[in-house]
């Protein structure tokens, strides 16, 4: 069975663009959440999409901006990007929604932002 | 807001010595408690998971966890380390039923020396 996948492994932007990064689920998974993770910040939620639906948001800006389509596959979206929003963008896939589910991660996209 | 405190940043050990890593969170309310370890080049794995019940938790690889309500921590041990326990981990909480929005502390980065 295919693990959770997220492209591009690697980005680099400048301020002031935007970015548009993807994941796909696990097969069967119909719950993605995605988390930023930084040296400084460590690992910090950024949302949860279920069935198509935000479940759950983070404290970010909202310059941070996701979906997910009927295939469960979601993608997130930075806008006007800053040089603080350098980091890995790690994504989650699980069956159902809810903190009983087991989370499984995907290897990341390293986002950087010149 | 939600916080989750590690207390070590690095901890060094040789093979066959004991492991605790301490866990502490800020939380009134029902909480669920999970550990994830990052093995180098790999992606976020749940090691072990508290919802309720038996405050004595066990994971994979020999790790167990104790949740102490009155201290409000979740400690990791491990009686006896291996190399291969070289990792970092992550202790994360949600409050329940809350989805998915995991906070996860700062980390704890295991070295074992051979």
């Known amino acids: 069975k295919a693990g959770v996948t997220q492209t591009p492994r690697y980005l680099i932007k400048t301020r002031g663009q935007q970015v548009t990064l993807s994941c796909s689920p696990i097969?069967?998974?119909?719950?993605v959440s995605w988390y930023q993770q930084t040296p400084g910040q460590g690992l910090q939620f950024l949302f949860e999409?279920?069935?198509?639906?935000?479940?759950n948001k983070g404290n970010f800006p909202g310059r941070f901006s996701g979906r997910q389509f009927s295939n469960s596959r979601s993608e997130m979206n930075v806008s006007t990007l800053e040089l603080g929003d350098s980091a890995l963008y790690l994504c989650?896939?699980?069956?159902?929604?809810?903190?009983?589910?087991?989370?499984?991660f995907g290897s990341g996209t390293q986002l950087s932002v010149l | 807001a939600q916080s989750v405190s590690q207390h070590n940043h690095h901890v060094i050990l040789s093979e066959a010595a004991s492991l605790e890593l301490g866990c502490n969170y800020s939380?009134?309310?029902?909480?669920?408690l999970f550990w994830y370890v990052q093995y180098p080049g790999q992606h976020l794995q749940l090691l072990l998971k508290y919802f309720s019940g038996d405050p004595l938790v066990k994971g994979i690889k020999g790790f167990e966890a104790e949740f102490i309500k009155s201290k409000f921590s979740f400690n990791l041990r491990k009686p006896s380390v291996q190399w291969s326990d070289t990792a970092e981990y992550f202790c994360a909480v949600t409050p329940d039923n809350y989805g998915q929005n995991f906070v996860f502390g700062p980390g704890t980065r295991l070295s074992v020396l051979p």
């Open positions: 999409y279920f069935s198509e639906t935000q479940r």
């Open positions: 097969s069967g998974h119909r719950s």
């Open positions: 989650a896939s699980s069956l159902g929604t809810g903190a009983y589910e087991k989370l499984f």
């Open positions: 939380y009134g309310g029902t909480v669920n």
